[in-house]
């Protein structure tokens, strides 16, 4: 076994040493190229699959698991900031076991496990402890699922019921937030988590949770009265935005881009006004309700002569027009007609959301320096018309022309320049390292293939001179049964068979070794014989 290996290193030797300059280089980079693709394939198909043991873990937690992990020899990763324990998928459901064996994970975060372990023999006041650390552990949970809630912690404060008491202490909560940086965890989250919080305490009102962060900063109080000056600045500060967006959307349409600047200022009313309205109406076309008709007639005698009638006066004294001697037949008629007609009330009620427009002040400054064609008179009334500025409500606008300082913007777009120049010739390089690193790789795979076909077509020639050469001394060698059989000849002759068949084997070795240098040999013995 020895000699066999001795043997193979040594003729690998010797087909090495006798390659050229160039094919040993090309050789050796191939090799190294197999032997580190081997390596890196070999470490992907051996490398473990790793899945989650288990998620969403408290440092206490993670810290004993991956303790219980080391201990048993087991391989694993930490992912999502330490919360992830990750084993190898082939041992996933027996390290879970095992480690399940062992209590763990101990999840003592608190929640509705910690009812679990009560007994007969438990207190009044155990249980109702239990029962308020489970209920902080369950919405501390809940909370941590809000997008952008990295930690949460609650405290209850639930008074002892009181029965024979005229009032009962209220019931009260605070909540502190550590929140994920960037995550924009504004108003409305805060809103989610009060009334969460609320709506889960029995007999809890909204306004006695008190959310605060990390920082130290109340996002919640009792009153909300901080919570609503800042939602009111955040929807000021919108409608302004909005409306400074759509003015400057205009404007580059006009002057350009960069070539106009808005502000705006807006003061809108929170007032929430009810009104109510009733109307009384009529139809003519429906009947009346009820309706009564009387008449009264008289037909008698005149007054005659000392007959007392006639018309107060203005004085007061009656007087008589040509009722003296007068005789005479007298009527008097009257009819009266008294209708209920059926009358329909209409109620109206309008509630006015807050939130209107009391007033809109808009500021433009147009660049004097690219606008110095454009009225700055017409600008504004394309503005009064886009916006719907109504000086009788307190609006106004003032548009401006004057020079725009553009050192900035110039230093800005000097750097951008810059950077952009600087990223695009290391791409460039990168491409151009990676295309000769591919160039070479190709020529060298090209020279290794050239000098490998000439190898092969080289030892192919020799091969087949050499074959033919035995062949035609064997056609003009005797046959065998064309001399007598003697057996010392026949010795002989297996003698020099063997020498032969020896001879034979060391040339094909060498054809196989050095093929070129077999075939020059060859050819100059060619030469020598003609």
Known sequence: MVQTVTGLLKRWQQRFGALAAGQKVTFVVGAAALLVT?????RWATAPSYAPLFSNLSSKDASAVVNELEAQGVQYELSNGGATVMVPRDMLYDTRIALSGEGLPGGDDGGYALLDNQDLSTSEFQEQTDFKRAMEGELARTIEAIDGVETAVV??????????????????????????????????????????????????????????????QVLSSSDDSALAASTRQQQVAQFQNQVGDDIQAVLDRVVGPGNSTVQVTADLDFDKAVSETTRYEADPETPPLSSSVSSETYNGPGGGAGAVGGVVGADGQMDNFGA???????????????????????????????????????????????????????????????????????????????????????????????????????AQMEL?????????????????????????KARKQATTYVVEQLRAESAERPQPD?????????????????????????????????????????????????
Not at 38 to 42: H, K, P, Q, R, T
Not at 178 to 204: C, K, M, N, R, Y
Not at 326 to 348: C, I, L, N, P, W
């Open 155 to 216: 405290h209850l404060a639930i008074p002892e019921k009181e029965v024979f008491a005229d009032s009962q202490e209220p019931t009260t909560a605070s909540v502190l937030i550590d929140s994920v940086p960037g995550s924009g965890f504004g108003s409305a989250q805060v809103q989610a988590v009060v009334h969460l919080v609320a709506s889960s305490i029995d007999g809890l009102d909204p306004e006695k949770v008190t959310v605060a962060n990390s920082e130290g």
């Open 432 to 456: 151009i390292r990676n295309a000769a690193i591919a160039g070479l790789v190709l020529l060298g795979l090209l020279i290794f293939w050239l000098a490998r076909r000439r190898k092969l």
């Open 38 to 42: 081997g390596f890196l394939v070999l």
């Open 324 to 426: 003296a001697g007068g005789e005479g037949q007298s009527e008097y008629r009257k009819r009266q007609v008294t209708e209920d007609a059926a009358v329909g009330s209409v109620v109206e009620r309008r509630e006015n959301a807050p939130g209107s427009v009391n007033s809109l002040n808009v500021g433009v400054v147009l660049d004097a320096n690219t606008t110095a064609a454009i009225d700055p008179a017409q600008i504004e009334d394309l503005i009064t018309a886009a916006v719907g500025i109504q000086p009788r409500r307190g609006d106004s606008i003032e548009v401006t022309s004057l020079p725009f300082d553009r050192s900035t913007d110039e230093a800005s777009q000097a750097a951008l320049e810059a950077a952009e120049a600087a990223a695009a010739k290391r």
């Open 482 to 530: 064309e001399l007598e059989i003697n057996p010392a000849l026949a010795a002989l002759e297996e003698a020099e068979n063997s020498e032969e068949r020896r001879i034979r084997e060391e040339l094909v070795g060498l054809v196989e070794k050095q093929p070129e240098e077999v075939a020059s040999l060859l050819r100059g013995w060619l030469v020598e014989q003609r």
